[in-house]
């Protein structure tokens, strides 16, 4: 299927687009030519065995790893050489694998980093976001156009009730899922337009899977596109629009949820 | 009442040690880089004073009006020009740099101010003392005690409770993830160094007015700032402010025995302490 197809589709823009997308850890080469579409509000799944490269790309595109020029276009605008920190103020979020939150700060704490990289509050960069944060400064207006409501603090606890509770408790002294909420809703905070999900369902109880992925209907509705990484198949498929299906470092099946077979998919995963 | 005395100096001096050890505790817990330059900066801010004392007639307390913000401008200037590209997984070039800054600064400061001992002079403040019955405290000794707690008690509110603390409790914590949340690090770790290098103006410039100083004070400054450190354990300020205080104490009253033992009996102390807790007696507690 041809890249730009879904996008001629649904007619939305593209916010994402790697083409030829490499990534190297040293002289070890991670990612060979991916070439990978998003639409706005569309949610795409990246499947993938251990090791196939789901990471490295996610990283990629937030300007964690190095890319060439040309290789990763964010809202039309190409981020090669720009470090990470300007590539996540565009407005693209992770959640990262393991989750990562900052044991020495609260729930709450951990929730007001991820405001820091508003793209409203931070255009001056992130003292004056922090000062925003401090009452010392006006943050900048929300842009007209955004109907949907902005993420803050009680946008999150209304998201996830459990973590209104917790606001006080150190972050990690939270159960698994409790943690995975406290990650997404620190990636929510900045309401980014992309929101990248590095296996947020990885060691929790299938119920607990249940509650993280209900929140995923009211992200979309306020107007992030979504890439979730998995490794669990059929919870992917179940939300994403699309998919790629990652080998080695290349992607080796795309396309929509109910046209490919299993058997393909399968063949795709693991390597025929 | 002589040890009463003794011991109660030791309290007061062990505010200028933890003062010493706080900017050091500072730098290590943002960005974990020792930085053996941190006694020769200490003594540098005591220069910078005896400098603008001399050169505009200010009071030394008054000095640190202008020495503090030079001394925060050259930490920003460091960090981002030099120590920050020093810093990745290897523990060494940050110390090989480190080292090197402070064989520097220490002959710059032999170059322009020679060899000679210096004071900066404070006035009769450094003479009154407050008595009470039969013992006596000095009102700068004092002073110094009540600047090194306002201190510590400053930067614990700013962690705690400014969006820059957090920042820097973040950054500490994992400061890989921190580009994630829009934030330099490297911006981080600049401001960081600012902060200490303003702690050190405030210690040098007490220092100054305490005792004599000259080039080659910075080390000794570095080694008790350590030993402070590690008796009051990694992260915690008020661990520093008592790691101080005790080590503060174990020289008064090393030297009360014998003149020869202050130093010392200092040492001692600080390697029992690395022996029974390895960790320091009060280390970060996480949950408040
Ligand atoms: N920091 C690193 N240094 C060197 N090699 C790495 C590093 N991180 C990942 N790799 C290698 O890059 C390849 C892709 O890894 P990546 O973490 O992107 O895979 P993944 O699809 O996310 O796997 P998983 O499902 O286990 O999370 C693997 O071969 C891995 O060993
Ligand atoms: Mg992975």
């Not at chain 1, 929510?188 to 209907?217: F, V, W």
């Not at chain 2, 040690?17 to 500072?26: D, M, V, W």
């Not at chain 2, 930067?155 to 400061?175: C, N, Y």
Request: net charge neutral.
């Amino acid at each position: 299927m041809s890249a730009a197809e879904p996008m001629a589709e649904t007619g939305a823009r593209p916010v994402l687009a790697t083409r030829g997308l490499e990534a190297f850890y040293g002289d070890f080469q991670a990612l060979f030519g991916i070439d990978f579409d998003l639409a706005e509000g569309e949610t795409v799944a990246i499947i993938g065995a251990n090791g196939a490269g789901k990471t490295t790309f996610l990283r990629a595109v937030c300007g964690v790893l190095a890319t060439a020029p040309g290789a990763v276009t964010l809202f039309g605008e190409q981020t090669a050489g720009k470090p990470a920190h300007e590539v996540v103020r565009m407005g693209v979020a992770m959640t990262p694998e393991g989750r990562q939150l900052f044991p020495s700060l609260t729930v709450e704490e951990n929730l007001k980093m991820g405001a820091l990289a508003d793209p409203a509050a931070a255009s001056g960069g992130w003292v004056e976001a922090a000062r925003a944060k401090l009452g010392l400064a006006q943050p900048a207006p929300a842009p007209a156009d955004t109907a949907a409501p902005r993420w803050d603090l009680d946008g999150v606890y209304d998201l996830f009730p459990i973590l209104r509770e917790r606001r006080d408790h150190p972050g990690t002294a939270l159960s698994g899922g409790q943690q995975q909420m406290v990650a997404i809703g620190r990636s929510l905070m900045s309401n980014p337009r992309i929101l990248l999900c590095d296996e947020i369902s990885l060691g929790l109880a299938p119920t607990i899977i249940k509650d993280i992925y209900a929140a995923m209907p009211e992200i979309r509705a306020r107007g992030a596109a979504i890439v979730v990484v998995e490794q669990d198949i059929q919870q992917a498929l179940a939300v994403a629009d699309r998919f790629y299906c990652f080998q080695e470092g290349r992607v080796s099946l795309t396309g929509r949820p109910g046209e490919a077979s299993l058997d393909d998919i399968a063949a795709a995963y693991f390597g025929a | 009442m002589d040890w009463i005395n003794a011991i109660l100096q030791g309290v007061l001096v062990g505010g200028l040690f933890a003062l010493f050890a706080a900017g050091l505790s500072l730098i290590f817990g943002v960005m974990r880089l020792v930085n053996l330059a941190h006694g020769d900066l200490i003594v540098l801010g005591a220069f910078l004073a005896l400098a603008v004392v001399t050169g505009l007639g200010l009071h030394p307390l008054l000095s640190l009006l202008i020495v503090a913000p030079v001394m925060f401008a050259l930490g920003y200037g460091l960090q981002r020009a030099i120590l920050n590209r020093t810093l990745g997984k290897d523990l060494l070039p940050p110390l090989v740099v480190t080292f090197g800054l402070s064989i520097i600064i220490q002959n710059a400061l032999l170059e322009v101010f020679s060899a000679d001992t210096q004071r900066l002079q404070a006035g009769p403040m450094e003479t009154a003392s407050l008595q009470m019955g039969a013992i006596s405290i000095g009102a700068f000794p004092l002073l110094t005690f009540i600047v090194a707690v306002a201190v510590i008690g400053g930067m614990e509110l700013f962690m705690r409770r400014t969006a820059l603390g957090r920042v820097f409790r973040a950054t500490s914590d994992k400061a890989e993830i921190v580009p994630l949340m829009g934030v330099n690090p490297k911006q981080v770790f600049a401001i960081a160094m600012g902060v200490s290098l303003v702690i050190c103006a405030i210690a040098g410039v007490l220092l100054g007015v305490r005792t004599n100083f000259s080039p080659g004070a910075g080390p000794a400054r570095l080694l008790f700032a350590f030993e402070a450190v590690i008796i009051g354990g990694l992260g915690s300020l008020w661990g520093t402010l008592a790691g101080g205080v005790i080590l503060g104490v174990s020289q008064a009253i090393g030297a009360k025995i014998n003149p020869g033992f202050q130093i010392l009996a200092g040492h001692i102390v600080f390697l029992a302490v690395l022996v029974v807790r390895p960790q320091g007696l009060f280390p970060r507690t996480r949950d408040k």
